[in-house]
């Protein structure tokens, strides 16, 4: 199981982004939300989705590739 983060704070592009725990990308914890532990990167997107509805969630490139620009 992987912890599992959102950045609250919008990329240039619009999206907010899950990452897991150690991603070079979220570093500054004070941007993100704890999301929860989850077995694999498709289980924290549809959480981050159903609790933020009116975001648009995608994954790190880096750390969640399978859910990067879904």
């Known amino acids: 199981m992987y912890s599992y983060y959102l ?3 919008a990329q ?3 999206e907010h982004e899950i990452h ?3 991603c070079k ?3 500054n914890t004070y941007n ?3 999301l929860g532990h ?3 990167d498709k289980d924290a997107l549809l959480f981050a989705k159903r609790c933020y ?9 880096y750390c969640c590739n399978s859910i990067h620009k879904e």
Not at 53 to 58: E, L, T
Request: hydrophobic share 35%.
């Open 38 to 40: 989850f077995s694999d």
């Open 25 to 27: 990308y979220c570093e």
């Open 32 to 34: 993100f939300v704890f």
């Open 12 to 14: 240039a592009s619009g």
């Open 53 to 61: 509805p009116q975001f648009k969630i995608d994954g790190c490139a």
């Open 20 to 22: 897991k725990y150690g």
């Open 7 to 9: 950045n609250i704070n």
